[in-house]
């Protein structure tokens, strides 16, 4: 059975920084491109960066360009977020999810989510 | 980027009622065009791939089609289990982009 296990999210003041994690199990983890998806309290769905299955390649929204790296460790079956500089904006539910064997693909499975709050 | 259009924003409808969701690309995004529902507090969950492609274990209540710009979703009998928002997503070309959301109510 698939599983996508988010944690690392919490309230963090404004220009702070949080990590994000996501541990994956279920599935080869180091053949499928790995994406952020976030939510917005009582919003859609913004896509905010994906990485593929090696880690060679990343992409970011222009929304966290600059502030958000995603990584992965293939060894340990797990996602990285590194969320920096972080604005009020960045408030929002954030998702794994796990999508195909390259980058432009749908999304298959996703985790529960991780509430980040950005506030003073 | 691709901007993503889905109509309508939200619809009520009675048990057992066709219910019929729009989504319009910007541009030619030949049937890079999935679907997805997300019930309230809970992960999105991929229903439908490629445009019509029904995922693994999905009812066959749950449909797709279209291709380019323009592309539909439906649910052939509503059922009280999808209360639900919908949502479109294409992955023809980065940024990846998502509709705004069509929530579904029970009338």
């Known amino acids: 059975e698939v599983q996508l296990l988010e944690s690392g999210g919490g309230l963090v003041h404004p220009g702070g920084s949080l990590r994000l994690s996501c541990a994956a199990s279920?599935?080869?983890?180091?053949?499928?491109?790995m994406t952020w998806v976030r939510q917005a309290p009582g919003k859609g769905l913004e896509w905010v960066s994906i990485?593929?299955?090696?880690?060679?390649?990343?992409h970011y929204a222009d929304s966290v360009k600059g502030r958000f790296t995603i990584s992965r460790d293939n060894s340990k079956n797990t996602l990285y977020l590194q969320m920096n500089s972080l604005r009020a904006e960045d408030t929002a539910v954030y998702y794994c999810?796990?999508?195909?064997?390259?980058?432009?693909?749908?999304?298959?499975?996703w985790g529960q989510g991780i509430l980040v709050t950005v506030s003073s | 980027d691709i901007q993503m259009t889905q109509s309508p924003s939200s619809l009520s409808a009675s048990v057992g009622d066709r219910v019929t969701i729009t989504c319009q690309a910007s541009?030619?995004?030949?049937?890079?065009l999935n679907w997805y529902q997300q019930k309230p507090g809970k992960a999105p969950n991929l229903l439908i791939y490629d445009a019509s492609n029904l995922e693994t274990g999905v009812p066959s209540r749950f449909s797709g089609s279209g291709s380019g710009t323009d592309f539909t979703f439906t649910i052939s009998s509503l059922q009280p289990e999808d209360i639900a928002t919908y949502f479109c997503?294409?992955?023809?070309?980065?940024?990846?982009?998502f509709g705004g959301g069509t929530k579904v109510e029970i009338k």
């Open positions: 990485i593929t299955s090696s880690a060679a390649t990343t």
């Open positions: 997503q294409q992955h023809d070309n980065l940024p990846l982009t």
């Open positions: 541009q030619d995004i030949s049937n890079y």
């Open positions: 999810a796990k999508g195909g064997p390259v980058i432009l693909s749908y999304f298959d499975y």
């Open positions: 279920g599935f080869t983890f180091s053949s499928y491109a």
